[in-house]
């Protein structure tokens, strides 16, 4: 049984005192680019917990111990791949006994940039009230611990991560009892909303005494609210989408930048041998990346490309040269007006005479 498969069975045990809202921008304020789609090839998105609140109750901390999760299907590379993150109290400032009752604004960030590359994207995520010990408790921050790897660039390197951290938590799972106490399963496919990935306020509330109406809810500064006023009484969890267009973590994909990095010193030694031969590598990473978009990889070869060239034809050693992966993308055409060009073929990158 896979992760995602468990964590849906949970859910559809408590998706009758669960309300699940996606935010419309006109609800939102201010709207931002709430609702616009995310490009299949050419955006990148991230999911952050903006901000939840659990109720007092005695139970947890020391019997129910709570644990923030999020799973990720998409397209990553040639296959489907899953991506397990787990927060808790380690990882979330605000998550603990002492501010049960109180709304926690955490904008924590849960997942890395993760590119957009069409097709199916399921985003599992909720929060688990696992029953147990204090043993429970060290159990979940072992797997916050692992989840750390996941949560950080590059993705790349954190496939083979993905798979032992699915399995810990499906043992995790199968050995506490608990509840999904707040959950949500989306799926996003096409290219128009709300079908289609999009960014945007995505709210998840568990019923009080009395009904519950999507349609009063809104977020306003990046708050919840409820009929015009902030969230009280109830148990929610809001978590916000976002669009990336430009990449803001080029210094974590060394994959990319240390061979650059290196070619640009060999030229600035005057070994144009073992220049061409970092390059030719730099620009292969780029080309083949599993981290970038479709857009992307052929943007960041062509900089990469125009960087050196540049470093060659300015004279070697120049302070003008681009040193690192993220100071030629510093410099870097757009994406908004890179999609409508015509890109150099793999040949052409990578003809460096």
């Not at 419309?24 to 952050?48: E, H, K, L």
């Not at 730099?282 to 960087?307: F, I, N, P, W």
Request: glycine share 8%.
């Amino acid at each position: 049984m896979s992760l995602l498969t468990i964590l849906d069975d949970w859910w559809a045990r408590e998706a009758a005192a669960l309300v699940v809202h996606d935010v419309p921008a006109s609800a939102v304020q201010p709207a931002g680019d709430t609702g616009t789609v995310c490009r299949a090839g050419v955006d990148y998105f991230r999911i952050w917990l903006a901000e939840m609140r659990l109720a007092r109750d005695r139970e947890w901390f020391a019997t129910r111990h709570p644990a923030v999760h999020v799973l990720v299907r998409l397209r990553f590379g040639d296959a489907d791949e899953e991506f397990p993150i787990v927060a808790g109290p380690m990882s979330l400032p605000g998550l603990d006994q002492a501010h049960l009752g109180d709304v926690v604004q955490l904008d924590h960030l849960l997942t890395p940039l993760l590119p957009h590359n069409g097709g199916v994207v399921e985003i599992a995520a909720g929060l688990l009230a696992l029953e147990g010990t204090s043993a429970v408790k060290e159990v979940v921050r072992a797997v916050e611990t692992m989840g750390a790897v996941l949560a950080a660039p590059p993705l790349s390197t954190a496939v083979a991560a993905a798979g032992a951290l699915g399995s810990a938590l499906q043992v995790l799972l199968g050995a506490a009892a608990g509840r999904q106490h707040l959950g949500v399963h989306l799926s996003y496919a096409g290219a128009q909303a709300p079908k289609a990935l999009h960014a945007g306020y995505v709210a998840i509330l568990r019923q009080g005494a009395s009904a519950l109406e999507a349609r009063d809810l809104s977020v306003q500064q990046g708050r919840l609210h409820l009929r015009g006023a902030p969230v009280t009484g109830l148990d929610y969890m809001l978590l916000r989408i976002e669009r990336v267009e430009e990449r803001d973590d080029w210094r974590a994909l060394s994959a990319i930048d240390a061979p650059f990095r290196e070619a640009q010193a060999a030229l600035a030694y005057g070994n144009e041998a073992m220049a061409k031969a970092f390059m030719s590598r730099a620009l292969l990473e780029a080309l083949h990346s599993k981290d970038l978009t479709e857009t992307d990889r052929r943007r960041v070869s062509s900089e990469l490309r125009k960087a050196w060239d540049d470093s060659r034809n300015q004279g070697l050693g120049l302070e003008r040269s681009s040193s690192s992966l993220a100071d030629a993308m510093a410099l870097a055409v757009p994406v908004s007006r890179f999609v409508h060009t015509a890109a150099a073929s793999a040949e052409a990158l990578l003809s460096l005479d």
